[in-house]
């Protein structure tokens, strides 16, 4: 099994970016590249790989759904999971959030307590 280690977040809310940073480099231990834009995510990538990209759904210029495609469309993050962190988690959206090739969901507003552990739970449902 491969280790979590670099995760790639895009958020576009600076509050909710600081609360996530906190959670995922403090309490997880991850090391966290954060972008505040589907473009500033293409740009970022460029020198740094991340293991998992978490992705916002609603965000201005480019939302989550096309940054995934156009992050899909690099050769070195073809297979790289991507979880949609958002407040629409109706049924419906989930399943599509899914059938466009996301590994999971975690809903907003976040436990910032939880939040690395719902990530290391969907990155060890990625390797079974």
């Known amino acids: 099994m491969s280790t979590l280690q670099n995760i790639l977040y895009v958020e576009d809310e600076p509050?909710?970016?600081?609360?996530?940073?906190?959670?995922?480099?403090?309490?997880?231990?991850f090391t966290l590249k954060?972008?505040?834009?589907?473009?500033?995510?293409?740009?970022?990538v460029r020198t740094f790989v991340p293991d998992l990209i978490l992705l916002d759904v609603m965000m201005p210029g480019m939302d989550g759904p096309t940054t995934m495609g156009e992050l899909r469309k690099l050769p070195d993050l073809e297979h790289t999971p991507v979880?949609?962190?958002?407040?629409?988690?109706?049924?419906?959206?989930?399943?599509?959030?899914?059938?466009?090739?996301?590994?999971?969901?975690i809903a907003k507003p976040f436990d910032p307590m939880k939040l690395a552990d719902e990530v290391r739970a969907i990155w060890e449902r990625k390797n079974e």
Not at 15 to 29: H, P, R, S, T
Not at 83 to 105: D, H, I, N
Request: negative net charge; contains cysteine.
């Open 15 to 29: 509050d909710i970016q600081a609360v996530a940073q906190i959670a995922l480099e403090m309490v997880g231990g």
């Open 34 to 44: 954060v972008c505040s834009s589907g473009r500033d995510a293409l740009e970022t």
């Open 83 to 105: 979880v949609f962190m958002t407040a629409k988690v109706q049924p419906g959206e989930v399943s599509e959030y899914l059938a466009l090739g996301a590994r999971g969901v």
